[in-house]
T-cell receptor
Framework: EPEVTQTPSHQVTQMGQEVILRCVPI?????FYWYRQILGQKVEFLVS????????KSEIFDDQFSVERPDGSNFTLKIRSTKLEDSAMYFC????????????FGPGTRLTVL | RKEVEQDPGPFNVPEGATVAFNCTYS??????FFWYRQDCRKEPKLLMS???SGNEDGRFTAQLNRASQYISLLIRDSKLSDSATYLC??????????????FGRGTQLTVWP
């Protein structure tokens, strides 16, 4: 069964460093999302991406964040200058098309900012 | 403003018990409704979509009341493997909001032998 994959599974970084989280969505899916979950809190939407551009972003997704689909398979989330409060689990999700509501989630990347 | 609110839990029930979770949502423009399950430190996984007419999948029954903006999940004959956090999730899918999901904080269920 096709699945969303994410790398790395765990990333430890120093405050102020840049990190790139990688995702490979399911191959024929058209909509892509990033969510995050701070430990003990709810899953929160960051950004949605369709047709090679951002379709919506939340208030969390400030200028420090960017997304890219560089090669037609990978979907990346970059945090330019990490803060302690960026420590969280980051989930990538993909969705087939607008007719299908299910979003398939990857296993997540645990980001720890020291 | 909390988009999705759930029973705080936790629920601790014996095997074989029936347990019900409730959820309310604030945005009347919400289009689609789901229950996801999340195991500890894992990704959310879709348990079932929720339809206006109510729907059942084996031991799981979901109900939606659009007028009250209320969603429920009933688990019958609980199994040990049902132990997880159950997330009430709402999708807004109008105009520019292409499928953004709003999650509740989740209700933790522990089924004991």
């Amino acid at each position: 069964e096709p699945e969303v994959t994410q790398t790395p599974s765990h990333q430890v970084t120093q405050m102020g460093q840049e990190v790139i989280l990688r995702c490979v969505p399911i191959s024929n899916h058209l909509y892509f999302y990033w969510y995050r979950q701070i430990l003990g809190q709810k899953v929160e939407f960051l950004v949605s991406f369709y047709n090679n551009e951002i379709s919506e972003k939340s208030e969390i997704f400030d200028d420090q964040f960017s997304v890219e689909r560089p090669d037609g398979s990978n979907f990346t989330l970059k945090i330019r200058s990490t803060k302690l409060e960026d420590s969280a689990m980051y989930f990538c999700a993909s969705r087939l098309d607008r007719l299908y509501n299910e979003q398939f989630f990857g296993p997540g990347t645990r980001l720890t900012v020291l | 403003r909390k988009e999705v609110e759930q029973d705080p839990g936790p629920f601790n029930v014996p095997e074989g018990a029936t347990v019900a979770f409730n959820c309310t949502y604030s945005n009347s423009a919400s289009q689609s409704f789901f229950w996801y399950r999340q195991d500890c430190r894992k990704e959310p996984k879709l348990l079932m979509s929720v339809y206006s007419s109510g729907n059942e999948d084996g031991r799981f029954t979901a109900q939606l009341n659009r007028a009250s903006q209320y969603i429920s999940l009933l688990i019958r004959d609980s199994k040990l493997s049902d132990s997880a956090t159950y997330l009430c999730v709402v999708m807004a899918d109008r105009g520019s909001t292409l499928g953004r999901l709003y999650f509740g904080r989740g209700t933790q269920l522990t089924v004991w032998p």
